[in-house]
């Protein structure tokens, strides 16, 4: 059985992530503002650098940016 995570735990996963997919890509988080943008989403490059520093963002924002980066997929797990 598997232990619980901790809310620390669960938003350092989500960071890992995301952050992960952008690096993937190649993704700074200044052309991730242009993508957003691109979308209809209007955030600013240190609004976004905080988020994902502090891992504390909505599932709707990590579809958005997942969305822009043009990410079909998000592996969350090996396991």
Request: charged letters at 30%.
């Amino acid at each position: 059985m598997q232990e619980a995570r901790t809310d620390k735990e669960w938003e350092e996963l989500v960071k890992g992530l995301l952050k992960g997919e952008l690096k993937k890509r190649g993704v700074t988080y200044a052309q991730l503002v242009g993508k957003l943008a691109d979308i209809g989403v209007m955030d600013s490059e240190p609004n976004i650098r905080n988020k994902l520093a502090r891992g504390k963002f909505t599932a709707v924002f990590l579809v958005q940016c997942l969305e822009a980066i043009g990410a079909s997929s998000l592996r969350v797990s090996d396991a």
